[in-house]
């Protein structure tokens, strides 16, 4: 009788690997060929014996950080994702919004207080589209304003490159208001950002399109690793946050 594989959480099926293996497949020209099954350095972090050594898988992770590997699978699976409900890749409109966690008691690098929320730790300032799906995100420390937080978080769509050039609204909740942000928005991205309050009244209401921003950070708050902040790095952090998304649209497309 054949022994079956442990069916960890982290586990890609074939299909969900087909869609990213063109991503490390090619090898570096320096250095000794490669030895490490990248499938199973993707798969980590619940690696069983038989897998790599896991400072080997966390190099492979580092280098695919640093040179924006996560960010272009990222941006490759949205792209599939919006042809397959027949959107055009680039959104007309896009919903604003953070989350304040609490960091892990190794972490000391930008880590503040969030006065309003009461908590001690970092910031995830997030944009998604209207099916909420990931556009960028940010992690600053806690104490960081949201409206201080929309100037970096826009900067990272690269709007010259053509990806977002159909975007002209952004919506948010009260945290952004301030005419001089507005008129930057405006000015340096051709974008209107606009205010969304809360309906008066009694009671939990949703808000309408802010709800969006708010379920895409409740997909995020699910995985285990972001439940807190236990990442040295803010940019590691980041980096989490779209391997979490990544791993949601890989469930859906395949």
């Known amino acids: 009788m054949e022994a079956t594989t442990p069916a960890y959480p982290t586990r890609l099926s074939d299909a969900q690997w087909a869609i990213l293996a063109v991503y490390f497949a090619a090898d570096s020209p320096l250095g000794r060929p490669r030895k490490t099954n990248l499938r199973a350095v993707v798969e980590w972090r619940m690696l069983p014996s038989d897998f790599p050594p896991w400072q080997t898988v966390y190099g492979y992770f580092r280098r695919w950080r640093d040179n924006g590997t996560w960010q272009r699978i990222h941006r490759y699976l949205r792209a599939l994702g919006t042809a397959y409900r027949k959107r055009p890749q680039s959104p007309s409109v896009a919903i604003v ?33 209207s099916m909420g799906l990931l556009l960028a995100v940010v992690v600053t420390a806690a104490n960081i304003a949201d409206r201080q937080g929309l100037p970096p978080l826009l900067r990272r769509l690269q709007f010259r490159r053509g990806w977002f050039r159909r975007l002209r609204l952004i919506w948010g909740d009260r945290a952004y208001w301030g005419h001089l942000l507005f008129e930057w928005v405006l000015e340096q991205f051709d974008c209107m950002l606009e205010v969304l309050e809360r ?39 980041e980096t989490f946050i779209y391997l979490a998304m990544i791993q949601l649209m890989l469930k859906r497309l395949a």
Do not use: M, N
């Open 97 to 129: 919004d953070t989350q304040s966690v609490p960091l892990g008691g190794l972490t000391h690098r930008a880590r503040g207080f969030d006065g309003g929320k009461r908590v001690k730790g970092r910031k995830r300032h997030v944009l998604v589209d």
């Open 199 to 237: 309906p008066r009244g009694h009671g939990f209401r949703v808000v309408p399109r802010r709800w969006v921003v708010e379920r895409t950070l409740a997909w995020i708050s699910q995985c285990r690793r972001l439940g807190q902040d236990y990442e040295k790095h803010p940019r590691t952090s």
